[in-house]
């Protein structure tokens, strides 16, 4: 198992940005695939942001496109969710997840994929 947790979340006006960051410890964090997702209140989680275990292939959801970035530092421990343009739809609990990627290309589009999760941190974007 390896340990996630996410921080950078807070509150922030409509056109706005902020930085998501999940830290991994407990294993050697390279050979893991992972995921940004999003739950909105009385909603379905959602794919934000995936990256592969090389980390150069990524995914995005369609909502975020263009606007969200997704990256991994060079020792590939850290995972950053890079927001710009922030909508007020953009507020939700945002989580990081992990998996062993089965190839270093993969990447991994449903939360049912994973079997790492952080806490959360909640972004709220005011309009």
């Known amino acids: 198992q390896v340990q996630l947790v996410e921080s950078g979340g807070g509150l922030v006006q409509a056109g706005g940005a902020l930085r998501l960051s999940c830290v991994a410890s407990g294993r050697t964090f390279s050979p893991y695939a992972v995921g940004w997702f999003r739950q909105a209140a009385g909603k379905e989680r959602e794919i934000v942001a995936a990256?592969?275990?090389?980390?150069?292939?990524?995914y995005y959801g369609d909502s975020v496109k263009v606007r969200f970035t997704i990256s991994r530092d060079s020792d590939k421990s850290t995972i950053y969710l890079q927001m710009n343009s922030l909508k007020p739809e953009d507020t939700a609990v945002y989580y990081c997840?992990?998996?062993?990627?089965?190839?270093?290309?993969?990447?991994?589009?449903?939360?049912?994929?994973?079997?790492?999760w952080g806490q959360g941190t909640q972004v709220t974007v005011s309009s």
């Open positions: 990256i592969s275990r090389s980390g150069g292939q990524t």
């Open positions: 997840a992990a998996r062993l990627g089965s190839t270093v290309y993969m990447v991994y589009r449903s939360g049912n994929e994973y079997d790492n």
